[in-house]
């Protein structure tokens, strides 16, 4: 059964910090495309960040600069690093585990960026 647990959410004020963490379990995490993506109400689901087995990172234009992607394939966890939080990255916030045309979903973990 292939599980994907994230956490780390939560409320932070503008200009904050916060760190995603994504626990993977059932499948051979290493192999896998990871990713984080996030949906604001009203919204569509939209790409963050991802990162290739290999280590290699893509990040939407609206985070370069500010987050990072990384994984640990000891421990099947990718984490995302939020830093200068605006209250436009308010959103639920999912973990992705891709491998070809499979994909699979974490249940999601808000982020409320508010004073």
């Known amino acids: 059964q292939v599980q994907l647990v994230e956490s780390g959410g939560g409320l932070v004020q503008p200009g904050g910090s916060l760190r995603l963490s994504c626990a993977a379990s059932?499948?051979?995490?290493?192999?896998?495309?990871m990713g984080w993506y996030r949906q604001a109400p009203g919204k569509q689901r939209e790409l963050v960040a991802t990162?290739?087995?290999?280590?290699?990172?893509n990040y939407a234009d609206s985070v370069k600069g500010r987050f990072a992607i990384s994984r640990d394939n000891a421990k099947n966890t990718v984490d995302l690093q939020m830093n200068s939080l605006r209250p436009e990255d308010t959103a639920v916030y999912y973990c992705l585990a891709n491998w070809y045309e499979r994909d699979y979903w974490g249940q999601g973990t808000q982020v409320t960026v508010s004073s």
């Open positions: 990162i290739t087995r290999g280590g290699s990172t």
């Open positions: 059932g499948i051979l995490f290493r192999i896998y495309v």
